[in-house]
């Protein structure tokens, strides 16, 4: 935290920080394969885009960040058993806000918080679904439309997908959040990317409107190794209704397929052959199988309850 590692219990900082009073803050999430960081660089270069369009200046190079990372890293690994693996978070604000005159302008420096959670909690309590597939429902929120606010800006003050969450949950606990656009098109989950197969042909909603997440791109080189077809879509709900297919993607839960859609059950709630397939090229390419991975965490909980 600002040039110190810290427990996390004296992590502290000022309650005038833009991070709290005003939202200006950039976020990543990166995760660790057998304690390796996957796409870090990638996840840094979309950060630094950020910070850019927020003219937010680190007093870090992307190097520099990466290379305390991979230390902040290693420090955490050694607290944990080898198998657990670890989210990465980087959050970095502005620093204290200027209009409330706290601290001499001269002095305000951004805020640059790198912390590691252990996986174990979040991916074992998914493990069920991994087996049995999420349940998706689409809600009333609608996404920020992409000539207000770019979608590529990501920062955790995305309020139409904490929005999303909360209608989700009220409509049917446990589900992930579908929003739509403005006019009425699929864009993605709370949190994740969205893709539906249908006649063997894989399709999302447009870059333009989505978070270009690094693994959608991962989904794309996959798709084309595998030579399936991929392809950019307006697409509906009804498109998703009557797919052969869902499944959803996220840097941390990798590649999860969909049981139902809206109440409706898809390829009778498994996980169909172009989601096997795509998902067995992930594994291969990550060199884990996260799947095997979240049940043994789940196997875990079970047996210990959460880990701290």
């Given amino acids: 935290m600002n040039g110190d590692f810290v427990p ?3 992590a502290h900082f000022s309650i005038f920080d833009t991070a709290v009073a005003t939202g200006e803050k950039v976020v990543e999430v990166t995760r660790t394969f057998c304690h390796k960081p996957f796409k870090l660089e990638d996840h840094v270069e979309r950060l630094y885009e950020g910070l850019d369009a927020l003219q937010i200046n680190p007093g870090l190079t992307p190097d520099e960040l990466i290379e305390i990372t991979q230390d902040a890293i290693r420090r955490n690994v ?3 058993s080898e198998d657990v693996d670890w989210q990465i978070m980087h959050y970095i604000s502005r620093g204290p806000a ?4 706290i601290i001499p302008e001269e002095d305000l420096q951004p805020t640059v918080l790198i912390h590691c959670i252990p996986l174990v909690n979040r991916l074992g309590k998914m493990a069920k679904k991994y087996s049995d597939g999420a349940d998706l429902v689409v809600v009333e929120q609608r996404a920020i439309p992409q000539d207000i606010l770019r979608p590529q800006l990501k920062s955790n003050g995305r309020l139409d997908h904490v929005l999303g969450r909360l209608q989700a949950k009220l409509k049917c606990p446990g589900s992930t959040g579908v929003l739509l656009d403005k006019d009425g098109y699929l864009t993605e989950g709370t949190g994740t990317s969205l893709f539906l197969v249908k006649e063997e042909v894989i399709q999302t909603a447009p870059a ?3 978070l270009t997440g690094i693994t959608r791109k991962m989904i794309f080189d996959i798709a084309h190794t595998l030579r399936i077809p991929i392809e950019e879509a307006d697409l509906t ?5 009557h ?5 959803i993607t996220s840097t941390v839960i990798c590649h999860l397929h969909a049981k139902s859609f809206d109440g409706k059950s898809i390829h009778d709630g498994g996980i169909g052959p172009i989601t096997s397939r795509v998902r067995q090229a992930f594994i291969e390419e990550i060199g884990l199988d996260y799947v095997q991975q979240a049940m043994q965490y789940d196997q875990f909980l079970r047996e210990n309850g959460s880990l701290r």
């Fill in 8 to 10: 996390e219990e004296d």
């Fill in 237 to 241: 709900v009804s498109d998703a209704e």
């Fill in 78 to 80: 050694s607290t944990q």
């Fill in 98 to 101: 200027a209009h409330f005159e």
């Fill in 243 to 247: 797919a052969d297919e869902i499944f």
């Fill in 208 to 210: 333009v409107r989505v």
